[in-house]
């Protein structure tokens, strides 16, 4: 996948889920620097509704647009997890670390479906290619 065809995808994927506000710039990486062999991460910043995705560049079109699909659901249920993780400011740490792990299960199961949904793919090679979370923007970016 070219830089361009990435772009493509996400802003057509960024439109049909609503996402319009969001800046979204793609970052193609070498594979082997994802975590945990995960096909895609994005990191976001909340108050300036900008992201990062990363995808690497060696991947089959298909491939990368249920992987685009399922970072940007990622992104349509960060209002719910930021409301989660106030409603758990509350608890104990390892009440709120336990629930929090449930939810991310649960939201990572939730990506998957509707990226192959969305994408038009009933497949997935391997179900623990998307990251585990989403996590804030990496230092140093905007
Ligand atoms: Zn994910």
Redesign the pocket.
């Known amino acids: 996948m070219t830089q361009t065809q990435g772009e493509r995808l996400i802003a057509k994927w960024q439109q049909r889920c609503g996402l319009g506000e969001w800046t979204i710039r793609l970052l193609l990486i070498d594979a082997k620097t994802l975590t945990n062999g995960?096909w895609?991460?994005?990191h976001s910043n909340d108050e300036l509704l900008e992201a990062v995705m990363l995808l690497p560049s060696r991947r089959l079109l298909r491939e990368a647009e249920q992987t685009i699909c399922?970072?940007l659901?990622?992104l349509v249920n960060h209002e719910q997890c930021s409301l989660l993780e106030s409603v758990c400011s509350g608890l104990n740490a390892r009440h709120k670390t336990s629930i929090l792990g449930l939810w991310a299960t649960a939201?990572?199961r939730l990506?998957?479906r509707l990226a192959r949904a969305l994408s038009n793919t009933t497949q997935i090679s391997d179900p623990k290619q998307?990251?585990?979370?989403?996590s804030p923007l990496p230092r140093g970016e905007e």
Not at 130 to 134: G, K, L, S
């Open positions: 995960n895609g991460e994005i399922h970072e659901v990622h939201e990572e990506c998957n998307f990251c585990d979370e989403e």
